[in-house]
């Protein structure tokens, strides 16, 4: 007699789902201001009709082809507000809760599924971008789709039949996801090296698995098909933004270096590290970096295929980044946020077999404490989030909260003919002018390059500052404004234009605000 399987794991998965979905819900519905890097991409979006989406963006910004026509979709039925923008990322989010649920349980006990699944769901940057106006929240919903596609392949009686929805997935994949491409080179590599692992043992099973060697016929079409796809993809966008110097500028310390000195190699311990707080956002790094090589030892003991699917997107996305094609840091490695997260429970499931075995010396809750240890971080790391919409100063990547949304109300209804108008954050702006039917309005910038938003040395500024004198009514609109290591130069920076003339009247909001000046006055 089969002894039936408890319900509690699934009802408290279901939870756990609810939970997360409830979580991003409530970011989603604060719905504060766009940010620069948001607005720039929300321009493209709004000012530009369906067709040409396809051409390259504006303001140095890349994403999907598919992404950016599922936006368009989102503002053309339900407006150009916050709401709209972030709708598709939201639902991509809430989508990527039970694809994570359906992987987690292929392999893990339920027990760890159950920690793996709590720490995805109060994981705080999955939580930050999923009302985010960018890609990286529909990458990570990509990412378990193809991994949920390649389990699939495992089961005998459906591996050929597996395979075609596997490669349809992987064609479409591309266009909405960059770093898809990575996921499907490391699928693809599952499925060949799947011969060399057959007969490897399987948690639970008292028999090895035997495991179903894929045509190579079938192996090459799926991969054609994927081939043919990104070929497209690249000609009509891919190829401009890999080519773009702002962009490889901007990410060129992110690539990794030579490793031929102690700073070098250092780089290597600190980016790796720094993945477990984001994009992972599990935090206590070498805590859950440990857990994670534990997972990697029990998966290579238990189920070397599994460990293959998980490890060989992390790797391929690597050897990209050591190429120079793609960054190895933050948000765009938020894709492999689920992949390090199923790797902890894995090193948790280690945990809770030595202490059950009654020959092992280390018969102690280890799980139960690691476990907790981590999901009661995250978790911590959540709820600052929900609370200040961002967390704590070990999530340092994410980005400052700016509401420039009142700032511009306040300029509408406060703005008289003949006012001059110099905003510091252009493209935030130029998003809110058109919001508050201001942007017919003449304005400037007072600062002398687009990518210079985080320089704190005004005082060289003096071509800009100059721009400000000799105006009865000026404002002054500040966003944006922080030094290279993230602190909010907002006062120091008003201040400094407080010595330009007389300020007449302000008004502030969290990492924004607006001033008054009459510049003839000394």
Do not use: C
């Not at 190579?216 to 000609?235: K, P």
């Not at 990697?296 to 238990?302: A, G, V």
């Not at 201001?438 to 002398?448: L, M, N, R, S």
């Amino acid at each position: 007699m089969v002894k039936p399987t408890s319900p509690w794991p699934s009802r408290l998965a279901i939870l756990l789902i609810l939970l997360g979905a409830a979580a991003r819900a409530a970011l989603y519905a604060r719905t504060r201001s766009l940010w620069v890097d948001e607005a720039s991409l929300a321009l493209n979006i709004v000012g530009r009709s369906f067709a040409e989406l396809f051409k390259p963006l504006d303001y140095a910004q890349g994403a999907p082809i598919g992404f950016l026509l599922l936006e368009k979709l989102s503002v053309t039925l339900f407006g150009n507000s916050e709401y709209a923008l972030r709708l598709v990322p939201l639902i991509g989010s809430v989508l990527s809760l039970p694809l994570f649920y359906a992987v987690a349980r292929r392999f893990l006990s339920p027990s760890a599924m159950l920690a793996a699944l709590a720490l995805f769901a109060l994981s705080p940057t999955l939580i930050y971008y999923a009302s985010e106006v960018k890609q990286y929240s529909t990458d990570v919903t990509v990412t378990l789709l193809i991994l949920w596609l390649l389990f699939q392949t495992r089961d005998p009686a459906s591996s050929l039949r597996s395979l075609l929805p596997l490669a349809i997935a992987g064609a479409l994949a591309i266009w909405l996801s960059h770093p898809a491409l990575f996921v499907l080179a490391g699928t693809f590599l599952t499925l060949v090296l799947t011969p060399y692992v057959s007969g490897e043992p399987q948690p639970g099973r008292n028999r090895p698995v035997v495991e179903h060697k894929v045509p190579l016929m079938a192996l090459g079409v799926m991969a054609a098909t994927w081939a043919l796809s990104f070929a497209a993809a690249y000609f009509i966008s891919l190829r401009a933004l890999s080519k773009d110097p702002l962009l490889r500028t901007y990410w060129n310390a992110d690539f990794p270096p030579l490793p031929v000195s102690v700073s070098r190699i250092n780089w290597y311990f600190r980016t790796l590290l720094a993945m477990f707080q984001n994009p992972a956002g599990v935090g206590l790094a070498g805590l859950s970096a440990a857990a994670a090589l534990l997972g990697l030892r029990y998966l290579y003991r238990h189920s070397r295929w599994t460990l293959f699917a998980l490890a060989l997107p992390l790797a391929v996305t690597f050897a990209a980044a050591a190429g120079h094609a793609y960054p190895f840091r933050g948000r765009l490695l938020l894709f492999t946020a689920p992949i390090l997260i199923l790797l902890i429970a894995a090193g948790i499931d280690l945990a809770r077999l030595a202490a059950a075995n009654p020959l092992s010396p280390h018969r102690f809750p280890l799980a139960a404490i690691l476990a907790t240890l981590l999901i009661a971080y995250t978790a911590r790391g959540a709820a600052m989030l929900l609370s200040s919409v961002r967390p704590d100063p070990e999530y340092s990547d994410l980005p400052h909260r700016e509401e420039l949304r009142p700032v511009v109300r306040y300029l509408a209804d406060h703005l008289q003919p003949g006012d001059a108008v110099f905003v510091y954050s252009g493209q935030p702006y130029m998003y809110y002018a058109g919001r508050f039917n201001i942007a017919q309005i003449d304005w400037e910038t007072i600062h002398p390059t687009t990518y210079d938003f985080q320089s704190s040395d005004w005082s060289s500024r003096a071509d800009a500052l100059a721009t400000l004198r000799n105006h009865r009514r000026a404002w002054i609109v500040l966003s944006h404004v922080f030094s290279p290591e993230g602190d909010d130069q907002l006062p120091a920076q008003s201040a400094l234009i407080d010595t330009l003339g007389k300020r007449l009247e302000s008004f502030t909001a969290s990492g924004a605000a607006i001033y008054l000046y009459d510049t003839t006055h000394e």
